[in-house]
C-alpha cells in the first residue's frame, strides 16, 4: 500500500510541459494556435476528437479536417512555458495567454489565417 501512495504523491507533483502549440494546414495558410497547461495531453485529445468528427470548440478547423484529411494537417509545439514559481497554486494562465497572442500575432504579420 505504501507504494501506491508513493506513486500517487510522485504523479501529483509531476509537472506537465506546458505552452502553445499550432494545427497547421500544409494547402493552405490556415491555423489554430492553442495554449496549454498541459501541451501532450491537449495536442493528443485534439487529435482524436478531430479524428472522431467531434473537435466542437472550432467547427471550422473540424470542417478542414473532415474536407482535406489528416494527412494535410501537422501539430507542432511552437514555444513552452517552463515553470518559474515553486508555488503549486501559481496559475500560469495569464503566461500561457500572453504567449498565445504573441504567436497569433507573428503568424498574422507572415500572412496565415486562424480556423
Known sequence: MDRKKQLKEQYKQMKPQMGVFVIRSQSSRQCCIEAARDLKGVMNGTLAKLKGGGH????????????????????????????????????????????????????????????
Not at 472550432?58 to 484529411?69: F, T
Not at 515553486?86 to 504573441?102: F, R, V
Open 56 to 115: 466542437l470548440r472550432n467547427r471550422r478547423l473540424q470542417q478542414a479536417w473532415s474536407d482535406k484529411g489528416a494527412e494535410d494537417f501537422v501539430f507542432e509545439i511552437l514555444e513552452t512555458l517552463e515553470y518559474h514559481s515553486d508555488d503549486p497554486q501559481y496559475d500560469y494562465s495569464d503566461d500561457l495567454a500572453l504567449l498565445k497572442m504573441m504567436w497569433e500575432e507573428r503568424f498574422r504579420e507572415e500572412g496565415w489565417e486562424f480556423y
